[in-house]
């Protein structure tokens, strides 16, 4: 069968790659051009662990094939980013924009996929934008009843990827999907679809239901995330490590508190449950708060930091990690990063930054004359206060000897 996907980051290379080594034609659209000619020449443009072998074995098998201009395929999968603009609304232009692109090729009988995380209702709006370009065709409506076959109509799914960044190749084929059809019609072909190379279950239910189970997910993890992250600032105000306090309250057999940090990074955690407050505003007060609190972390923390500088005449602050979490080289939307700024800002301190997984700083880190990336032992050298803000693997043996004689906050807990 033949394939086309709209979008090659995160999701849609991963994905596209896969497919094409489980024996199907994919063909990749991206709008960036530079990673369209790095994956003709079967390399990678992001960092993804073993994602470089599965896109080499991919384009040299001839299976995966790469341009800006989509193609006639049997199924188009929708993998472009759904992100947020001013006031937490959702931008879903580039949904509309990759739906758009793909009207002028569809035949009858083809599937189309949206995988983007996406508010309620959106697989909706992609059929809609579907049936403006294309008259001609049957777009099908959303209904739960069976209905019959017609001439010239195609197939519409919503199918939420679900893979933990980091862990991605292992996770598209072990995780189990969710399957929301338009239809029921669609929701069966897309079924199949997933069956061929996913091994976890394929859950079948309506658009609507899959849309909002992705936000959900995400959802439930930040508002636990907050949870801990309120216990950590409580627990600052009594004298009490929250480590420690976590670690035993989680010997109970029904509680799981997750960990607290300098704050809720990456593009799905902090973004997602905001679009429910935006479709339920009155209703989601707890999902809401959630985000402030872990909004708020960062400040928390780089306040903290400035009290504890005040100690000093000419304070250095060694600043270790910048991405979003552990071992990855991701620093976009990182709580990381943001402390990094809002300490940088105040010319009186001198910032070290230490990120083993990237050789410069990222833009919105650029230009300040108090700050410089450097590496571990020099940061460790001359610091004066030691800022643990990523549990990087590279950081975990670092010299207690070597802690003892500096101020440490440790953001993570990882030097307990
Ligand atoms: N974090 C904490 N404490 C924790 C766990 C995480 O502070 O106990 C922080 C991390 O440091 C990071 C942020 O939360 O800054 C998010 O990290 P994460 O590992 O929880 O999640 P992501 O953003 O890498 O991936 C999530 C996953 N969703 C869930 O686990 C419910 C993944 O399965 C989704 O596919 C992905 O979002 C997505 O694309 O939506």
Redesign the pocket.
């Known amino acids: 069968e033949k394939v086309c996907t709209i979008g090659l980051g ?2 849609g290379l991963p994905t596209a790659s896969l497919m094409a080594t489980k024996g199907f034609q994919v063909h990749g659209i991206d709008i960036n051009p530079e990673a369209v000619q790095s994956i003709q020449q079967g390399k990678v443009h992001i960092y993804e662990p073993d994602l470089d072998v599965l896109v080499k074995a991919a384009v040299q098998s001839g299976n995966l094939t790469a341009s800006m201009e989509p193609q006639k395929a049997d199924i188009f999968i929708l993998a472009v980013p759904t992100p947020f603009i001013g006031n937490h609304k959702p931008d879903l232009s580039y949904v509309e924009k990759a739906t758009r692109s793909i009207a002028p090729y569809l035949e009858q009988g083809n599937l189309v996929i949206l995988e983007s ?1 996406s508010p309620v209702g959106t697989t909706e709006k992609v059929a809609q934008w579907l049936q403006e370009e294309r008259p001609d065709l049957i777009v099908p409506a959303r209904s739960i009843k069976k209905s019959m076959k017609k001439q010239n109509q195609i197939y519409i799914a919503h199918c939420p ?6 862990q991605i190749l292992k ?1 598209l084929v072990t995780n189990d999907r969710i399957i929301g059809g338009i239809d029921q019609e669609s929701a069966e072909k897309a079924k199949l679809l997933y069956k061929k190379f996913v091994s976890g279950n394929v859950l079948v239910t309506d658009c609507r239901t899959a849309e909002m189970a ?1 936000l959900t ?2 959802s ?2 930040d508002v ?2 907050a949870f ?2 309120e216990l950590s600032i409580v627990c600052e105000t009594m004298d009490i490590n929250v480590w420690e306090l976590i670690e035993l309250a989680n010997r109970h057999p029904r509680v799981n508190i ?13 973004v ?1 449950p905001w679009f429910i407050v935006d479709s339920a505003p009155e209703s989601s007060r707890l999902i809401r708060t959630a985000r402030e609190v872990n909004d708020f972390k960062p400040h928390f923390i780089s306040e903290k930091v400035k009290v504890k500088a005040n100690r000093f005449k000419n304070p250095v602050i060694a600043c270790l990690g910048l991405a ?3 071992d990855i080289d991701d620093l976009r939307e ?2 990381a990063v943001t402390i990094t700024k809002e300490l940088a800002a105040n010319e009186n301190l001198t910032l070290l930054a230490v990120e083993p997984h990237v050789n410069r700083l990222p833009d919105a880190l650029q230009g300040k004359q108090n700050l410089e990336l450097v590496d571990l032992d020099y940061a460790l050298e001359k610091a004066d206060i030691i800022l643990l803000l ?1 549990n990087h693997r590279f950081f975990a043996d670092v010299s207690k000897d070597l802690l003892r004689e500096k101020v440490v906050i440790d953001t993570r807990g990882m030097w307990r």
């Open positions: 995160y999701i995380t990827e679900r893979v933990l960044p980091g996770e992705k997910e995400n439930f993890r636990n995330i801990a992250n997750l960990q607290p940090g300098p704050g809720v990074g990456g593009h799905c955690i902090a997602d979003f979490k552990a990182s709580p990523v």
